[in-house]
């Protein structure tokens, strides 16, 4: 199995595709204006302590105030406001964390107004970027994410991921990441740590622990609204989280991606630093690797599932509504279950596919094809959680209901992506109407004796649909042989499918359009 990361570089961001075994998996377009990412630190100001919702209003800089709840302060909040508040007094260098006394917990069942005042200087984090009609939402327990490891201020536990399952590798790591941590820092152990040595541990724990202090140095000269740690880019966050032995490639067509990504692969896996690659071809990045294609297939209402059938794919503001029909697939197996079974189980691929793909989140509910047999219904869930495995998000997945509709839930952080698939016709440029086709080859002939014999042009060039292409250009006595003995000058013509049937241009020697008349 293949991994293969490719960027794109565009004038308004950067694209980032990633591909498994050459298939579409994952979609990301990180766009140059949007200033509000997952896993940023700000220096908000409280714009409203609102105590029927026990939730504070802040103001990060966004159009809409941001969101924090009272539970999403964190206990070590109290700790916080008071290491904010030193870090910002201009008169004491910087302070160390290590050298802080910690503050007690805040009580779990507490009101917001305890805690926050209106114009008061906070540390937030954005947990969700702005969607839809809301603001972003925070919060205060700030954690910093590297290869190995999540370091969080203000804790002195350590816990290791639960995937990890090997109770000796656990004891091991919690004695290592134990030996190294420094005081007043929470450390969690992430899956990749699994096997590694002391020393590439301890080299990611003091990269995050210099983000942090960096951060806080920041902080004397900070004004509310203002970023004091940044997550690094969405290219970068993708190797971070997935980069492992399967990853054979990373391709940019850009000079900037190319000489980030390859430091930052230094970084965090030295021996992984020539997977990088720079593509210099003459197609562009994304055709090459027929990924333009996929994404016109792959965004629209109906998608295909391999093998027959299609899914159909509704979006509303609670939820997400997804149809399996089997289609062709009707007569391909000997009954009806059978038939149902097949296609659901390669729906259930295609579907945490699109997942994926689209990131959708919240609520989504499947209508599968409705299967009679337990035994089926149990195959059909089981495929469904194992597709899901490789989603970095957090997801449940519910067993079919009576009426044999599947719910998953799927943690939203950023807004949906959408692509249009819809294209205007060329021809009537979505009215519906053309003028009468039959004309067209009489408009051509009319305005290329104009632009020769009149405007007396040299080295003319006609652009045109690849069916008027043919017209001119086949047979041995074709049009364009024609032209030639009549006019003694020898016309090129271009065949371009993104022409209408009805529409051509003229264009000199070095591609430029020429005006008639």
Not at 11 to 32: M, P, T, W, Y
Not at 447 to 470: D, F, G, M, R, T
């Amino acid at each position: 199995m293949s991994n293969e990361l490719v960027i794109n570089s565009t004038q308004n961001g950067c694209r980032i595709a990633l591909l498994k075994d050459k298939s579409l998996v994952e979609f990301h377009f990180e766009d140059n204006g949007t200033q509000f990412t997952v896993g940023d630190v700000y220096l908000g100001a409280v714009k409203k302590v609102v105590q029927g919702l026990n939730a504070a209003f802040i103001d990060i800089g966004y159009e809409k105030d941001a969101f924090l709840h009272y539970l999403d302060l964190g206990p070590k909040v109290k700790s916080l406001n008071k290491f904010s508040k030193l870090a910002s007094t201009k008169k004491n260098a910087y302070p160390k964390i290590s050298n802080f006394k910690i503050e007690p917990d805040i009580d779990k069942f507490g009101k917001i107004s305890q805690v926050l005042s209106k114009n008061q200087q906070i540390l937030v984090q954005i947990v969700k970027e702005p969607i839809s009609s809301k603001g972003p939402r925070l919060s205060c327990e700030l954690s910093i994410a590297g290869r190995y490891m999540v370091i969080v201020p203000f804790s002195n536990t350590v816990n290791i991921s639960k995937k990890i399952g090997d109770s000796e590798e656990r004891k091991r790591l919690m004695r290592l990441i134990s030996s190294i941590k420094p005081e007043n820092f929470g450390i969690i152990i992430r899956t990749v740590a699994q096997g590694k040595e002391v020393a590439d541990l301890d080299r990611d724990l003091k990269n995050l622990v210099k983000i942090w202090e960096d951060g806080v140095k920041k902080m004397k000269t900070a004004k509310p609204r203002e970023k004091v740690i940044g997550e690094i880019s969405r290219a970068s966050s993708m190797l971070r989280d997935m980069l492992n032995e399967s990853f054979d490639s990373i391709t940019t067509d850009d000079k900037e991606i190319y000489d980030e990504v390859k430091s930052y692969i230094k970084t965090i896996a030295p021996d992984k630093e020539k997977i990088v690659k720079k593509y210099n071809g003459k197609a562009k990045i994304f055709e090459n690797f027929g990924i333009e294609k996929q994404l016109k297939t792959l965004f629209g209402q109906s998608v295909s599932i391999p093998g027959g059938g299609y899914l159909i794919i509704e979006h509303t503001e609670a939820l997400h509504v997804i149809d399996v029909n089997s289609g062709n697939k009707s007569n391909a197996e000997e009954d009806q279950e059978t038939t149902a079974l097949t296609v659901n189980l390669q729906a259930a691929k295609e579907i945490a596919r699109q997942l994926r793909l689209r990131d959708m989140g919240g609520i989504i509910v499947i209508d599968f094809i409705d299967m009679k047999k337990p035994d089926n219904k149990k195959l059909l869930f089981k495929k469904m959680k194992e597709e899901m495995q490789d989603d970095r998000s957090k997801f449940t997945v519910l067993p079919l209901s009576k009426f044999g509709l599947m719910q998953i839930t799927r943690q939203r952080v950023r807004p949906e992506l959408n692509i249009s698939t819809l294209e205007k016709c060329p021809s009537c440029n979505g009215t519906g109407k053309i003028s009468a086709s039959i004309l067209v080859s009489d408009q051509i002939e009319q305005n290329l004796e104009y632009i020769l014999q009149k405007q007396n042009e040299h080295n003319v060039q006609i652009a045109l649909h690849p069916y008027l292409h043919s017209y001119f250009t086949k047979g041995i006595f074709s049009k364009r042989v024609k032209w030639f003995l009549k006019y003694h000058k020898w016309i090129n013509i271009i065949e371009d499918s993104s022409l209408g049937i009805t529409e051509f241009k003229f264009l000199t020697k070095t591609g430029e359009e020429i005006e008639i008349g």
